[in-house]
């Protein structure tokens, strides 16, 4: 979905400053009920999932389809006693899309752009996983910087700074068998899209945010996010049948780009997994087929 026209929002001189402590959408969070059930629904969907990783004093564990932009987490629960972030009170209600992170290149330093800009930060804190390997557990590090929900309008978002990203991307999780190249952007469902983009222009610049027929975008660097009332996801997705009217704000689909939409489409037909077309523009998964997240499959151009 191309923007058209800029809303007339003011981002303040500190936008720049803080959009260049922040790479974009570094990856979306996919609560699952069931971790190694839902590692099959998405190879068959045609993913490559990475080994299965645990983090390391909590009770959640994660299997991430990787691209070269971007990648999306399905987030599980391996052991409830144990701390699960809400996690458990978020699968009480539904599975489906949870949140996001946005990249940095220095946790450190976003911070102290964030905070000087006047949001109101908390990290950068540490967090390790235990990437389960043939060879051995290895550790990917992440310092990740929290912000306050009202500075993230609409979303569940927080900032994360890979320290050993060559452990996460490794060349053999990055192809595909449905041709999936990167993750172009988000939806989300809000009562009033156009207020809640231009909340983000004090983080990305009045120029990333465009609204158009009442929907509204935010471009991050790296991948957009989309607002759209109830109303205007049912049209922009009317064979979805099973998308809920649940209480906004929330997250609902995720655009992914690929490679050729006609080698998309031969490999969902073959797997035998629902979708409709629209037109030669996109392949839409419904949500029953992956875990409660609507997928939309377009030509990565």
């Given at each position: 979905?191309?923007?058209?026209?800029?809303?007339?929002?003011?981002?303040?001189?500190?936008a720049?400053?803080?959009a260049?402590g922040?790479?974009?959408?570094?990856?979306?969070?996919?609560?699952?009920r069931?971790?190694?059930?839902?590692?099959?629904?998405?190879r068959?969907?045609?993913?490559?999932?990475?080994?299965?990783?645990r983090?390391?004093g909590w009770?959640?564990?994660?299997?991430?389809?990787?691209?070269?932009?971007g990648?999306?987490e399905l987030?599980?629960?391996?052991d409830?006693?144990?701390?699960?972030?809400?996690?458990?009170?978020?699968?009480?209600?539904?599975?489906?899309?949870?949140?996001?992170?946005?990249?940095?290149?220095d946790?450190?330093e976003?911070?102290r752009?964030?905070?000087?800009?006047?949001?109101h930060?908390?990290g950068?804190?540490?967090?390790?996983?235990?990437?389960?390997?043939?060879?051995?557990?290895?550790?990917p590090?992440?310092?990740?910087?929290?912000?306050?929900?009202?500075?993230?309008?609409?979303?569940?978002a927080?900032?994360?700074?890979h320290?050993?990203?060559e452990?996460?991307r490794?060349?053999?999780?990055?192809?595909h068998?449905?041709?999936?190249?990167r993750?172009?952007g988000?939806?989300?469902?809000v009562?009033?899209?156009?207020?809640?983009?231009?909340?983000y222009?004090?983080?990305?610049?009045?120029?990333?945010?465009?609204?158009?027929?009442?929907?509204?975008?935010?471009?991050?660097?790296?991948?957009?996010?989309?607002?759209?009332?109830?109303?205007?996801?049912?049209?922009?997705?009317?064979?979805?049948?099973?998308?809920?009217?649940?209480?906004?704000?929330?997250?609902?689909?995720?655009?992914?780009g690929?490679?050729?939409?006609g080698a998309?489409q031969?490999?969902?037909?073959?797997?035998?997994?629902?979708?409709?077309?629209a037109?030669?523009?996109?392949?839409?998964?419904?949500?029953e087929?992956?875990?409660?997240?609507?997928?939309?499959?377009?030509?990565?151009?």
């Open positions: 979905m191309a923007p058209t026209s800029r809303s007339g929002s003011d981002g303040g001189s500190a720049g400053a803080i260049a922040i790479t974009g959408i570094d990856h979306t969070l996919v609560g699952v069931d971790l190694e059930g839902a590692r099959a629904a998405w068959r969907l045609g993913f490559t999932l990475s080994p299965r990783g983090h390391i009770g959640t564990a994660n299997y991430c389809i990787m691209f070269e932009q990648y999306i987030l599980g629960i391996v409830p006693t144990q701390f699960t972030n809400n996690l458990d009170r978020f699968l009480e209600r539904r599975e489906g899309l949870l949140g996001l992170a946005f990249g940095s290149d946790g450190a976003t911070h752009r964030l905070a000087a800009a006047g949001f930060p908390d950068p804190k540490d967090l390790k996983r235990a990437l389960e390997l043939p060879e051995g557990d290895a550790l590090a992440f310092k990740l910087v929290f912000l306050p929900p009202q500075e993230t309008p609409g979303l569940s927080f900032v994360c700074h320290l050993t990203p452990l996460i490794q060349p053999a999780w990055l192809a068998a449905n041709g999936a190249t993750l172009l988000v939806t989300v469902v009562d009033g899209p156009a207020e809640t983009a231009i909340g222009a004090p983080l990305f610049g009045a120029e990333a945010v465009w609204v158009r027929d009442g929907a509204a975008e935010v471009e991050t660097g790296g991948g957009w996010l989309r607002f759209v009332t109830p109303k205007d996801l049912t049209r922009l997705y009317p064979d979805a049948a099973t998308i809920r009217d649940l209480p906004t704000p929330w997250m609902a689909a995720m655009t992914i690929v490679a050729e939409l998309t031969d490999h969902l037909v073959a797997q035998g997994v629902p979708f409709t077309a037109g030669s523009a996109a392949l839409v998964v419904p949500p087929a992956a875990n409660g997240a609507l997928l939309e499959f377009r030509p990565d151009v």
